[in-house]
């Protein structure tokens, strides 16, 4: 069982009438002992609803939970429910747990929780594509490096985590493997015109790092000009490929707090610097 079923056969049971991404926070957070639990505040809202669809594997942040883990902490969440809850578990969780009963529900799941974040944290990120590729798979993002300390302000930091919050789920799906849809529905081109009208034309000057305001308008720059390029059928070439790659080389460069500074990014992706364009 992956993390998707697990959340897909308990949310019904366990869920309440929170939104998904608070259920997955919730799930993650009853399987952590203290010390780790500061760990849930690094993701954002769209990083718990992408974990919960499978739009994003949840490999990253087993590997940052993984040695906080403690079953025993989940069983008691387990065993704090409804009993009603409890039997429901039990007959859903059958087929998986053959010895489950009323008794040892919580000792079974929370085995079985703990052993899918384990087994995640131990999968391998997919080899990153050669640059003979041809474009049409999906472009890999380093692997998180969360750190305490952000070199940029308080405000700058509230900024930019609303800023993520806005443009998250656009990101991934640029960077994914199914993009192509959503830019031929116009959905994708259309939502970007959306935020950057209303909200973040003039609300992306207030960044005061400049190098921060200068790597989001460039963002901005390129979002626009691929969503104008689809929408207005404009006569001049755009190559979409490149432009997908200065997004995602933009998009890591806005999060020096979760991506590993140290490195040079070419350790993780060997294509990194094709397409810069400053």
């Given at each position: 069982?992956?993390?998707?079923?697990?959340?897909?056969?308990?949310?019904?049971?366990?869920?309440?009438?929170?939104?998904?991404?608070?259920?997955?926070?919730?799930?993650?957070?009853?399987?952590?002992?203290?010390?780790?639990?500061?760990?849930?505040?690094?993701?954002?809202?769209?990083?718990?609803?992408?974990?919960?669809?499978?739009?994003?594997?949840?490999?990253?942040?087993?590997?940052?939970?993984?040695?906080?883990?403690?079953?025993?902490?989940?069983?008691?969440?387990?065993?704090?429910?409804?009993?009603?809850?409890?039997?429901?578990?039990?007959?859903?969780?059958?087929?998986?747990?053959?010895?489950?009963?009323?008794?040892?529900?919580?000792?079974?799941?929370?085995?079985?929780?703990?052993?899918?974040?384990?087994?995640?944290?131990?999968?391998?990120?997919?080899?990153?594509?050669?640059?003979?590729?041809?474009?049409?798979?999906?472009?890999?993002?380093?692997?998180?490096?969360?750190?305490?300390?952000?070199?940029?302000?308080?405000?700058?930091?509230?900024?930019?985590?609303?800023?993520?919050?806005?443009?998250?789920?656009?990101?991934?799906?640029?960077?994914?493997?199914?993009?192509?849809?959503?830019?031929?529905?116009?959905?994708?081109?259309?939502?970007?015109?959306?935020?950057?009208?209303?909200?973040?034309?003039?609300?992306?000057?207030?960044?005061?790092?400049?190098?921060?305001?200068?790597?989001?308008?460039?963002?901005?720059?390129?979002?626009?000009?691929?969503?104008?390029?689809?929408?207005?059928?404009?006569a001049e070439p755009f190559f979409i490929k490149q432009?997908?790659?200065?997004?995602?080389?933009?998009?890591?460069?806005?999060?020096?707090?979760?991506?590993?500074?140290?490195?040079?990014?070419?350790?993780?992706?060997?294509?990194?610097d094709d397409g810069e364009f400053y």
């Amino acid at each position: 069982m992956n993390f998707v079923e697990f959340v897909t056969i308990t949310r019904p049971i366990l869920g309440g009438k929170g939104g998904v991404h608070i259920y997955v926070r919730t799930l993650f957070d009853a399987i952590l002992t203290e010390n780790g639990k500061e760990i849930l505040d690094g993701y954002s809202k769209e990083s718990y609803k992408a974990y919960a669809g499978g739009k994003t594997s949840i490999r990253d942040i087993s590997k940052a939970m993984v040695q906080y883990v403690d079953p025993v902490e989940f069983s008691s969440f387990i065993f704090n429910t409804e009993e009603s809850a409890q039997i429901a578990l039990c007959e859903q969780f059958t087929e998986f747990l053959p010895n489950i009963n009323v008794n040892n529900v919580g000792d079974e799941i929370a085995e079985l929780f703990a052993n899918i974040i384990r087994t995640a944290a131990q999968t391998k990120r997919k080899k990153p594509a050669s640059k003979k590729d041809t474009g049409t798979g999906s472009i890999e993002l380093p692997d998180e490096q969360h750190s305490d300390e952000s070199p940029y302000s308080s405000e700058d930091n509230g900024l930019l985590q609303e800023f993520t919050s806005d443009y998250d789920e656009i990101m991934f799906t640029m960077i994914g493997e199914n993009y192509s849809t959503a830019l031929i529905d116009m959905s994708l081109p259309n939502k970007v015109q959306a935020l950057y009208k209303t909200k973040w034309s003039t609300k992306a000057d207030t960044f005061n790092n400049p190098t921060l305001k200068s790597n989001v308008f460039s963002l901005l720059g390129e979002l626009n000009q691929l969503s104008n390029c689809l929408l207005t059928d404009g006569a001049e070439p755009f190559f979409i490929k490149q432009a997908r790659t200065r997004i995602r080389n933009l998009y890591v460069k806005l999060h020096p707090d979760l991506f590993s500074g140290a490195f040079p990014y070419d350790a993780f992706i060997d294509d990194w610097d094709d397409g810069e364009f400053y």
